[in-house]
């Protein structure tokens, strides 16, 4: 049994596939979580691609910033931190809002878990 990688032979037919599984689960949040608004499908990819955008870049410097209390709190940090991506991913996208932290949180929250969901299906 072979384990995939993030980025290893990754075609950009997987790229896209990935974005547009990622754009349906965060309008699914933006009508699951109260205080996270996606107004069409336009916002929805737009912020997938802001959000993963977020997390390569920014994301990878405060996981790693934040190390010692990601590894304290058995990881539970990281929704911390994929809360943060999601506000600055709904900073830059017009359609794509977060009322504030809370929101943020339950929505980085509902966010991981259907991908988890999803991630078991395939």
Request: no cysteine; aromatic share 10%; hydrophobic share 65%.
């Amino acid at each position: 049994m072979r384990i995939h990688r993030w980025g290893e032979d990754e075609t950009v037919m997987d790229i896209l596939i990935r974005v547009l599984l990622n754009a349906i689960l965060l309008f699914l949040v933006g009508r699951l979580v109260s205080g996270v608004e996606v107004r069409d499908g336009k916002a929805a990819i737009l912020g997938a691609i802001a959000f993963g955008l977020a997390n390569a870049s920014v994301g990878r410097l405060l996981t790693l910033l934040t190390l010692p209390i990601t590894f304290l709190t058995l990881g539970l940090f990281l929704l911390v931190i994929n809360a943060i991506m999601l506000m600055i991913a709904a900073a830059f996208v017009d359609g794509f809002e977060v009322e504030g932290f809370g929101s943020a949180f339950w929505g980085a929250v509902a966010l991981a878990g259907l991908n988890l969901l999803v991630g078991m299906m395939f």
